[in-house]
């Protein structure tokens, strides 16, 4: 059992509250914060983490362990302004798609401007979708934001959950995730449906991998 299972049933055990009685108080089901509080479940929507914390009282951040985890970037090279960039497993875990923290590797990068290091995030890309710019097991390095120009490669958060790096196209009513190989045909969002999507990132370079 890792140490957020761990906190998790504790918090629960000290509550007082059953897991149905708990279940009524947070809208998740009984069954499902069972298994947060057994380690089955490794990815708990952080909407659900915040819910269990308010309804026993704990930190939310003490929860999920993340007190405990490295900073996002350590500097290696004062004098060269090299920077150790984590390198995330996937867009999901990298922009808090889920409360885990699924760091594979650290990646030496230089920056001009130290101050552009606190937003900078790698991802170990999956899948051929963008292909052959950005093959299976590249790394890309993302610069965290929330917007891009039409026709940038992009992170992008469907639905807060599902992560994609593609091409994004827009206008005022449409949003389009282009991939770059043919054999996948573009993602279209119209009118409310835009809602459902947003960028979390632009990718400024790519990492092949040897």
């Known amino acids: 059992m890792d140490i957020r299972a761990k906190r998790i049933k504790k918090a629960i055990d000290e509550s007082g509250f059953s897991y149905s009685e708990l279940s009524e108080l947070t809208g998740i089901s009984k069954s499902s914060l069972q298994r947060y509080a057994t380690g089955e479940t490794h990815k708990i929507p952080i909407d659900c983490v915040e819910a269990i914390a308010k309804a026993t009282r704990k930190d ?50 230089y920056f001009q401007n130290p101050s552009d290091v606190p937003d900078t995030i790698c991802i ?4 051929d979708s963008m292909y052959p710019k950005i093959e ?4 890309i390095v993302v610069r965290r934001q ?9 992170v992008v958060l469907v639905d807060e959950e599902q992560g994609y790096v593609k091409k994004v196209i827009y206008d005022r009513e449409t949003i389009e995730l282009h991939s770059i190989n043919p054999e996948y045909a573009p993602k279209v ?18 990492v092949k991998e040897v």
């Not at 170990?124 to 899948?127: A, E, F, I």
């Not at 299976?136 to 790394?139: A, V």
């Open 146 to 154: 929330e917007s891009v120009d039409s026709g940038s490669i992009a």
């Open 136 to 139: 299976d097991g590249d790394i």
């Open 60 to 109: 939310a951040a003490y929860l999920m362990g993340w007190e405990d985890e490295k900073p996002n970037a350590e500097l290696i090279s004062a004098g060269d302004s090299i920077y150790k960039i984590p390198v995330f497993s996937s867009v999901s875990a990298g922009f808090g798609a889920y409360a885990c923290s699924d760091i594979i590797d650290y990646m030496p990068l």
């Open 124 to 127: 170990k890309v999956q899948g």
């Open 189 to 206: 969002f119209k009118g409310k449906d835009v809602l459902r999507v947003r960028v979390v990132g632009l990718v400024k370079k790519i």
